[in-house]
């Protein structure tokens, strides 16, 4: 007996049917030796009861003389309950009719008696083989299953834990997606999603800035964006309360049976407001929400860079209101702020989009014109001078509030400070020759 035999016996439920009690005992004394459980019966009436009974035999081996039933109706009754049972017979040399009948009836072994023992062992573990292996294999096969099952369970508990919406995608589309981002779109089930919404990219609100992609299924949408890009990407979503929010979103691919996407969407709405109304403190004078010096400072250096990259030309202008010290004096500070704030007001309505206007401190103002030579520039600004002699910028002054300008244009040359120092000399002339007017160099 191999070592495998012997290992295969050991798991093994035999039932074994015998008339002729000596025999019996000996072989099945023999056969529990080595097997995990012998059951006896004297005839094949008493061996159907068992069978029926417990059904849990991997191999029945039969005498065929045998009173009450034989062993050839034991077969055949055995037969119409499992067609592929494993049966093995002892028959003796006389009774070699029954042996070719037992063959006919689809018995798949046999041992001729008298019986050798270790015959009869090495054909019980032959024809059980098939029925063990496959009864290890639905074990097996159960085990994995359930082992599936929970790390699904886990996987999906995990995904639902994450603060994050999720979704798993592959070629062909999303098949895994979290409970927070059906909770997010109101729906229940991710066959909803598709039913309702067709691909994810749909979702995605058009507008710069956020990542966006039209008419592609999951799979193009989510291989579309630049995943080897280090800035960061963003997204807008609306909720099913048609409330908007930010997202940064993040996609990883793993190959596993194909590619697959993991999507993931972080809401950053409460930190992008957040970060937005710092960048615009930042940038902007307080009271007249025109932008800053600072800002006014980094915007030239940029500008001047550009200019020289790709010969633009520019104008700035400096201003200055005449006799401000006065309007705070006669009327009080408020109003000199109302004043302050209103020509802010009326400087940024008259200029284009392109231009830029800069509080550079107290009464003074920076004026950057876009692309602007410096003759259309003094037309320009000779009109605002005008604009704002004729615009009432607080109720009740006496006498209308007037500004001096200098303006100057970028040369090839210029440093940013020699830039802005000339404009600053244009201006302390316009000062010089008696105020509301506007002086070029
Ligand atoms: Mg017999």
Redesign the pocket.
Same mark, same amino acid.
């Given at each position: 007996m191999t070592k495998e035999e012997i290992e295969l016996l050991k798991s093994i439920q035999v039932l074994y049917v @015998? +008339? @002729?009690l000596d025999i019996q005992k000996i072989t099945a004394d023999v056969l529990s030796s080595v097997c995990k459980k012998v059951v006896c019966a004297n005839n094949g009436v008493e061996a159907l009861e068992l069978f029926d009974a417990d059904g849990d035999f991997d191999i029945i081996v039969t +005498?065929?003389?045998?009173p009450k039933m034989d062993g050839i109706t034991l077969i055949k009754k055995i037969r119409e309950r499992d067609n592929t049972f494993p049966i093995t017979i002892t028959t003796a040399h006389t009774e070699v009719h029954f042996l070719q009948e037992s063959i006919d009836l689809g018995v798949n072994g046999y041992t001729l008696k008298p019986i050798d023992l270790k015959k009869l062992m090495k054909t019980v573990a032959k024809v059980s083989e098939g029925r063990v292996l496959r009864k290890k294999l639905e074990i097996f096969n159960s085990e994995l299953i359930q082992k599936v099952k929970e790390q699904t369970f886990e996987l999906h508990s995990i995904l639902d834990s994450q603060e994050s919406l999720i979704a798993v995608s592959n070629i062909d589309g999303i098949h895994t997606i979290n409970k927070r981002f059906l909770d997010f779109l109101g729906l229940n089930s991710l066959d909803d999603l598709k039913k309702e919404i067709g691909s994810i990219c749909n979702i995605f609100i058009k507008e710069d800035g956020y990542y966006f992609s039209e008419n592609l299924n999951d799979m193009c949408c989510l291989a579309n964006i630049d995943h080897t890009t280090n800035s960061d990407i963003f997204v807008k979503m609306k909720n099913f309360a048609g409330i908007i929010s930010i997202f940064k979103l993040n996609v990883n691919i793993y190959e596993y049976n194909g590619t697959h996407f993991i999507l993931s969407l972080s809401d950053i709405t409460s930190l992008k407001s957040e970060s937005d109304l710092l960048q615009y403190q930042a940038n902007h004078d307080s009271l007249t929400q025109i932008y800053n010096r600072q800002y006014f400072n980094s915007f030239i250096k940029t500008e001047i860079s550009r200019s020289l990259r790709y010969s633009h030309l520019f104008s700035i202008a400096m201003f200055d209101i005449d006799h401000f010290k006065n309007v705070n004096d006669t009327y009080g500070h408020d109003i000199g702020d109302e004043v302050l704030k209103n020509i802010s007001t009326i400087v940024k309505t008259y200029l284009r989009d392109t231009d830029i206007l800069a509080r550079w401190g107290g009464e003074e103002f920076m004026i950057l014109l876009a692309e602007t030579p410096i003759s259309e520039a003094f037309t320009k600004i000779e009109q605002l001078r005008k604009h704002i002699e004729a615009s009432t910028l607080a109720p009740n002054l006496k006498e209308p509030v007037t500004v001096s300008f200098g303006v100057t244009e970028f040369m090839i040359s210029d440093t940013k400070a020699e830039l802005l120092k000339r404009v600053d000399i244009a201006l302390y002339q316009a000062k010089n020759s008696g105020r509301n007017q506007v002086v070029k160099i």
């Open positions: @015998e +008339d @002729e +005498d065929i003389n045998m």
